[in-house]
């Protein structure tokens, strides 16, 4: 009864109901359309009116969408939604797909890219990966382009196969800040977890820390009260939600921050798929045990994290002076970190929908086709375009071993029904899918033989891939990758081995199903 009552007294339930309300009166338009559009009276003519404009909108979105930049996969999606439902198919487009910004947002991007300029890649480790493996120096390089953020090879990388591994190398790091905290994650939520890292905060800014925090409103509608970020900065935090949820609809809702952050000092870095949340460490349990990771990067990498903050940062607060990012370059501050040797190549990178360069899904990509013995993907959902699904199936039937770790107990029963719609074509190509019975897999993850791995926050979904602020890190020849490989066997072994037979032959109504789920996934 308390999770009921909280749930009809919270921001998403009266958001949801001005939605419908929305959508209802759209609906009572159209009924009254269908009621009186033949009758000669003033009222049906108007209504006939109405019609011709809800077609003719149809017609000019599908236009608009074949001419756009959209991603073809995506794009052809969103072409039968609108021709399928021409009424409301149009204002699914509009509030959940279209990629146009506000003059402000693309002022701050080109804020973004003139203030903080790409760190040069150091010659000698392009020349060190280029005898190594001129792929791997190929990959680098769009990384480099796309985010601006350079190979390194001065950092060290440690793995962590679940959330509360990490959670108290987390504190402890937090615990030695001496000059600045960020912090920008999806989901944040009062419990043990938060709680704990708050208190921290808390006596740091006190210090005169520079404190900061980013959470995306919707991600922690659920979790945080309204306007949670006047209650940190009353503690000297600095905090913003992103994109804050309110009951007119936006196309902003689109474009959500799905990253997780969290920088010390500029030489200590968090990332992976946790959240701050007590399922993310398995104090509270929801759908089994979460299956989730992260990694902790020290040295000159964490500037890619650091830089994806101040980047976010920037489109909600702008500085008052340029200079005042020369505080935050990998230089300052490093002395305090340990020398770090040569310990593999490590690369931050970050996805923005302010472009139609779909960033992490090109990595994937890049990863599956260096393949050669195997490529172990872990993904919480499983909504992926041609081109991903012809990359998956033409590894496999080259003889490259690959294998997807899904959830044994799914947490979008929808999502998780829409995921099983490509089994058939996976598993007949010769991909292999295995599903974690424990419970529910978090983690967002590829290891490439024994060399390649990325590790960060982009689901295989269309709107990871192609609407959410993302991010993620590369990972060439790290001695952590065979950590990562480790847990994919311990995952495994503890899943179950999805069998050809039994989506072979699926019944006509499971067809049925599966196929209005596919027309309709971009939506989900």
Request: aromatic share 14%; hydrophobic share 45%.
């Given at each position: 009864?308390?999770?009921?009552?909280?749930?009809?007294?919270?921001?998403?339930?009266?958001?949801?109901?001005?939605?419908?309300?929305?959508?209802?009166?759209?609906?009572?338009?159209?009924?009254?359309?269908?009621?009186?559009?033949?009758?000669?009276?003033?009222?049906?003519?108007?209504?006939?009116?109405?019609?011709?404009?809800?077609?003719?909108?149809?017609?000019?979105?599908?236009?608009?969408?074949?001419?756009?930049?959209?991603?073809?996969?995506?794009?052809?999606?969103?072409?039968?939604?609108?021709?399928?439902?021409?009424?409301?198919?149009?204002?699914?487009?509009?509030?959940?797909?279209?990629?146009?910004?506000?003059?402000?947002?693309?002022?701050?991007?080109?804020?973004?890219?003139?203030?903080?300029?790409?760190?040069?890649?150091?010659?000698?480790?392009?020349?060190?990966?280029?005898?190594?493996?001129?792929?791997?120096?190929?990959?680098?390089?769009?990384?480099?382009?796309?985010?601006?953020?350079?190979?390194?090879?001065?950092?060290?990388?440690?793995?962590?196969?679940?959330?509360?591994?990490?959670?108290?190398?987390?504190?402890?790091?937090?615990?030695?800040?001496?000059?600045?905290?960020?912090?920008?994650?999806?989901?944040?939520?009062?419990?043990?977890?938060?709680?704990?890292?708050?208190?921290?905060?808390?006596?740091?800014?006190?210090?005169?820390?520079?404190?900061?925090?980013?959470?995306?409103?919707?991600?922690?509608?659920?979790?945080?009260?309204?306007?949670?970020?006047?209650?940190?900065?009353?503690?000297?935090?600095?905090?913003?939600?992103?994109?804050?949820?309110?009951?007119?609809?936006?196309?902003?809702?689109?474009?959500?921050?799905?990253?997780?952050?969290?920088?010390?000092?500029?030489?200590?870095?968090?990332?992976?798929?946790?959240?701050?949340?007590?399922?993310?460490?398995?104090?509270?349990?929801?759908f089994g045990i979460w299956k989730d990771n992260a990694i902790m990067i020290k040295g000159e990498a964490v500037y890619g994290l650091t830089r994806l903050f101040l980047g976010s940062w920037l489109t909600i607060e702008k500085p008052d002076r340029p200079t005042m990012f020369d505080a935050y370059l990998p230089s300052v501050y490093m002395d305090e970190c340990a020398s770090f040797l040569k310990r593999g190549?490590?690369?931050?990178?970050?996805?923005?929908?302010?472009?139609?360069?779909?960033?992490?899904?090109?990595?994937?990509?890049?990863?599956?086709?260096?393949?050669?013995?195997?490529?172990?993907?872990?993904?919480?959902?499983?909504?992926?375009?041609?081109?991903?699904?012809?990359?998956?199936?033409?590894?496999?039937?080259?003889?490259?071993?690959?294998?997807?770790?899904?959830?044994?107990?799914?947490?979008?029963?929808?999502?998780?029904?829409?995921?099983?719609?490509?089994?058939?074509?996976?598993?007949?190509?010769?991909?292999?899918?295995?599903?974690?019975?424990?419970?529910?897999?978090?983690?967002?993850?590829?290891?490439?033989?024994?060399?390649?791995?990325?590790?960060?926050?982009?689901?295989?979904?269309?709107?990871?891939?192609?609407?959410?602020?993302?991010?993620?890190?590369?990972?060439?020849?790290?001695?952590?990758?065979?950590?990562?490989?480790?847990?994919?066997?311990?995952?495994?072994?503890?899943?179950?081995?999805?069998?050809?037979?039994?989506?072979?032959?699926?019944?006509?109504?499971?067809?049925?199903?599966?196929?209005?789920?596919?027309?309709?996934?971009?939506?989900?």
């Amino acid at each position: 009864m308390k999770k009921f009552l909280k749930f009809i007294t919270g921001r998403l339930f009266f958001t949801g109901l001005v939605f419908l309300f929305d959508i209802a009166l759209y609906a009572v338009i159209i009924f009254l359309i269908m009621r009186y559009a033949v009758s000669p009276d003033y009222i049906g003519e108007i209504l006939l009116i109405v019609v011709v404009i809800s077609y003719a909108l149809a017609i000019g979105i599908m236009f608009y969408i074949v001419n756009s930049k959209i991603h073809d996969s995506y794009k052809i999606s969103w072409l039968v939604v609108t021709g399928a439902i021409p009424v409301f198919g149009p204002i699914f487009f509009l509030l959940f797909a279209n990629k146009k910004f506000t003059k402000k947002e693309r002022r701050m991007e080109r804020a973004i890219k003139a203030i903080l300029d790409n760190v040069p890649m150091k010659k000698e480790v392009e020349e060190e990966v280029r005898k190594l493996d001129v792929e791997a120096l190929l990959m680098s390089n769009y990384i480099y382009e796309e985010t601006g953020s350079p190979l390194t090879n001065e950092s060290y990388v440690k793995y962590f196969p679940f959330g509360e591994k990490a959670f108290p190398y987390m504190l402890e790091e937090l615990s030695k800040a001496k000059h600045y905290i960020f912090l920008e994650y999806f989901i944040i939520e009062e419990g043990l977890m938060w709680n704990s890292i708050l208190d921290i905060l808390k006596q740091k800014a006190k210090e005169g820390v520079d404190v900061r925090v980013l959470y995306d409103d919707v991600g922690s509608v659920s979790t945080l009260p309204k306007k949670y970020y006047l209650k940190l900065r009353k503690f000297g935090i600095k905090a913003h939600a992103v994109n804050p949820l309110n009951l007119r609809m936006s196309i902003r809702l689109n474009n959500r921050d799905h990253r997780k952050i969290m920088v010390i000092d500029g030489h200590t870095g968090f990332t992976g798929g946790i959240n701050l949340a007590d399922e993310y460490i398995n104090k509270k349990k929801r759908f089994g045990i979460w299956k989730d990771n992260a990694i902790m990067i020290k040295g000159e990498a964490v500037y890619g994290l650091t830089r994806l903050f101040l980047g976010s940062w920037l489109t909600i607060e702008k500085p008052d002076r340029p200079t005042m990012f020369d505080a935050y370059l990998p230089s300052v501050y490093m002395d305090e970190c340990a020398s770090f040797l040569k310990r593999g190549y490590v690369q931050c990178y970050g996805d923005i929908p302010f472009n139609y360069e779909a960033v992490g899904e090109n990595i994937y990509l890049h990863l599956i086709e260096r393949a050669k013995k195997y490529v172990y993907i872990a993904t919480p959902y499983l909504i992926i375009d041609a081109q991903m699904m012809s990359a998956l199936v033409s590894a496999a039937k080259q003889g490259v071993d690959v294998r997807i770790l899904m959830p044994g107990i799914p947490d979008k029963k929808l999502v998780y029904s829409l995921a099983h719609s490509y089994y058939q074509a996976l598993l007949k190509g010769g991909v292999k899918i295995y599903e974690y019975t424990p419970g529910f897999v978090h983690m967002k993850m590829f290891v490439v033989d024994d060399i390649y791995a990325t590790c960060g926050t982009v689901n295989l979904d269309f709107r990871s891939l192609f609407l959410h602020l993302e991010n993620g890190t590369f990972l060439y020849r790290t001695p952590c990758i065979m950590d990562m490989k480790q847990d994919f066997i311990d995952s495994f072994k503890l899943s179950k081995f999805i069998n050809y037979e039994e989506y072979r032959k699926p019944k006509f109504l499971k067809r049925l199903k599966w196929g209005i789920l596919r027309m309709f996934a971009p939506l989900l």
